[in-house]
Structure formats: structure tokens, C-alpha cells
């Protein structure tokens, strides 16, 4: 069964610099795997940050990048601020048209 | 501007039935793949369901399969999800996502997202 590992948690300060990750329990993500990362504030529905493993969308701050790192994607913030404070999940498309989310991070800005 | 409003969630009985509705608006509903994509409650994302632009082509998580039905009628430009059998782990926001695909590229994303609809199972 193919599991899609996140972070379950991660804590930065204003300002700082945090990079989750988004790995497979067998093998290595590479670009193949169309990797994107959502961001989800509780009570909302979800939305995108990043696709094509790091093009971001329309409308998203700049601070906001993706890259593969390793055998992982990564999403990192640079200069966070306080409403970054969000859940993070990234997805994978495993082909023939099936995806498998991230367990997602929670991310805390203090 | 894009809307994707989902509705028919609520309250059922283990073992019953209901059927979710995605309306569409401000794209050509029919070029693009859409998906369901369910989170229980305090729980992370789950993909559900996909199905593409001209309906011809399905595909289910191991989860639901057998048991959900996924569709759409372009013409009305609306997607459903017809969910049988229900059960308890069931429970959960649903969420229907378009799929915008680059055709430069070949890559593949979840570019538009509905605020959600609740399904309840439970006795």
C-alpha cells in the first residue's frame, strides 16, 4: 500500500524558515509524481499553493517555494509570518488516474 | 470567476445511501477531470474519487470502491457522487476539486476546490 509521509507537525518563528517535506514509504518522489502542496486553515476548504512541484499558484506569496529535496518534495517558507499558521498537505498522482494525499503538517508560527 | 458548490450532504443510517452534487461555474466544465476528495473529521485529506472531462473513465481509492459511484452531466455542468452502503468511517467533509491538466507538460494538479459538503453516518 502506498503511503505518503508528511511531517505530523513542525513549529517556526515569525521570520524564520521551515521546510516540510512530503516523502513516499517506498521509493523516492520525483518531479513524475506531479507533487503539489494545499494549505488549509481550519473550518475552510483547502487550497493551492504550489503544482508541478514548484510553480506557484496564482495569487501565492512569493515566500512560498517547492522543490525536490533528496528523495522528497519539499515546500518551504521562507520569512514566515503568523497566518501562515495553517495545515500543509501535499498529494501525489500515483497514475491511471489515482492521487494519495500527505497525512499533512500543522504548521505553528511562534 | 470560478465556483464549485457542492451539496447533498447530511445525516444517513449505516447501510443507506446518498447522493452528492458539485455545481459548476466559470469554466468549460467539460475539459476538465474533477475529483471528490473526503477529510473526517480532525483528519487529513482523502482522495475519493476521480473521473474524466467526458465522463468516459472512472477511478476509485480501494476505500470506497464498490460502493461510490462518480459521474457528471456536462450538459449541466455537475458532478455527483452517488454513495451506497454507507458506513460509520465514512463520515466526513466532501470536497469537489477540479483537475487542471498543462497539455505543454503533461502535469497534473487540483487547481479549483468547493467549500465542502458533511456527510454523517451514524444510527
Known amino acids: 500500500q502506498t503511503v505518503v509521509t508528511q511531517e505530523p507537525s513542525f513549529s517556526v518563528s515569525p521570520g524564520g524558515t521551515v521546510t516540510l517535506t512530503c516523502g513516499l514509504n517506498?521509493?523516492?518522489?520525483?518531479?513524475?509524481?506531479?507533487p503539489s502542496w494545499y494549505q488549509q486553515t481550519p473550518g475552510q476548504a483547502p487550497r493551492t499553493l504550489i503544482h508541478s512541484t514548484n510553480i506557484r499558484s496564482s495569487g501565492v506569496p512569493d515566500r512560498f517555494s517547492g522543490s525536490i529535496l533528496g528523495n522528497k518534495a519539499a515546500l518551504t517558507i521562507t520569512g514566515a509570518q503568523a497566518d501562515d499558521e495553517s495545515d500543509y498537505y501535499c498529494v501525489l498522482y500515483m497514475g491511471i488516474g489515482f492521487w494519495v494525499f500527505g497525512g499533512g503538517t500543522k504548521l505553528t508560527v511562534l | 470567476e470560478v465556483q464549485l458548490l457542492e451539496s447533498g450532504g447530511g445525516l444517513v443510517q449505516p447501510g443507506g445511501s446518498l447522493r452528492l452534487s458539485c455545481a459548476v461555474s466559470g469554466f468549460t466544465f467539460s475539459n476538465y477531470a474533477m475529483s471528490w476528495v473526503r477529510q473526517a473529521p480532525g483528519k487529513g485529506l482523502e482522495w475519493v474519487s476521480g473521473?474524466?472531462?467526458?465522463?468516459?473513465?472512472?477511478y476509485y481509492a480501494d476505500s470506497v470502491k464498490g460502493r461510490f459511484t462518480i459521474s457528471r452531466d456536462n450538459s449541466k455542468n455537475t458532478l455527483y457522487l452517488q454513495m451506497n452502503s454507507l458506513r460509520a468511517e465514512d463520515t466526513a467533509v466532501y470536497y469537489c476539486?477540479?483537475?487542471?491538466?498543462?497539455?505543454?507538460?503533461?502535469?497534473?494538479?487540483?487547481?479549483?476546490w468547493g467549500q465542502g459538503t458533511l456527510v454523517t453516518v451514524s444510527s
Open positions: 517506498s521509493g523516492s518522489v520525483s518531479t513524475n509524481y506531479y
Open positions: 473521473i474524466s472531462g467526458t465522463g468516459g473513465s472512472t
Open positions: 476539486a477540479s483537475r487542471y491538466y498543462d497539455i505543454l507538460t503533461g502535469y497534473m494538479w487540483f487547481d479549483s
